[in-house]
């Protein structure tokens, strides 16, 4: 299931990657096709938002093991390709580095799924070539090109979650009791719409609560523990 066609081609590669010497890519399991079946579990890459992957989660994780896939580009590379096939390419080093926090954009689709015990999911940082083209249009986000593809060209490590605990215990030490979006934020060093991000997946996963407003701010703490 391949959510952009300007990613295919790192889509194709984590798909190779998690497949190996011995799985089956492109299986079909319970009526859905799976990217990688292998060692009895199965492997969805996704390099947008899990929201579309919703029912179909909800299905495999009632039956089968079942990891995520979610790639970000600690470090990016941009390659321009020139209007003139003649013409060699450029590439540079984007000054913008992913961290593994950025998974909280495609989180928030399905946080309160990540307590299953059948779904974990990787957070796989890589070395990334964006390949740009020309495209003739304007606009501050274009400014006269278009993405073509993401090529992968190293993992550089692979952060497995297994819950939503897992991710705050990354964060628990460096925020405050109470807390807000813009601690949150200021533990990940990343923006605030982040830190709201995390917040609500945070909240929706259990592991955290409102406790009040400071103005217009919600107010967080940590959840109290079952028992």
């Known amino acids: 299931m391949i959510g952009e066609l300007n990613e295919r081609s790192l889509h194709r590669a984590l798909k190779a990657r998690y497949a190996g010497a011995h799985g089956a890519i492109e299986q079909s399991v319970d009526g859905f096709v799976s990217d990688v079946v292998a060692g009895g579990r199965i492997f969805e890459i996704q390099t947008g938002g899990f929201g579309p992957l919703r029912n179909k989660l909800a299905r495999l994780v009632e039956r089968h093991p079942v990891t995520l896939v979610y790639p970000v ?32 954009h495609a989180l928030a689709g399905i ?3 990540l307590a299953h015990p059948n779904l974990t999911l990787d957070v796989v940082m890589t070395v990334e070539d964006e390949v740009r083209a020309p495209d003739g249009r304007t606009g501050w986000r274009r400014r006269g090109w278009k993405r073509l593809d993401r090529r992968l060209v190293d993992v550089v490590e692979t952060c497995t979650v297994t819950s939503m605990a897992d991710l705050f215990a990354m964060l628990d030490a460096n925020l405050p009791e109470p807390f807000t979006t813009r601690d949150l934020a200021a533990a990940m060093r990343s923006t605030r719409r982040l830190g709201q991000l995390a917040a609500y997946c945070f909240r929706e996963g259990g592991v955290t609560e409102i406790c009040g407003k400071d103005g217009n701010t919600r107010v967080y703490r940590r959840a109290a523990l079952p028992g």
Do not use: E, L, Q, W
């Not at 470090?75 to 096939?85: E, H, N, Q, W």
């Not at 390419?89 to 593994?100: E, F, I, L, Y």
């Open 73 to 104: 580009a600690r470090d990016r590379y941009i390659v321009k390709t020139a209007a003139d096939p003649n013409a060699p390419a450029t590439r540079r080093k984007s000054p913008r580095h992913g961290s593994v926090y950025d998974v909280f």
């Open 111 to 113: 946080p309160a799924m």
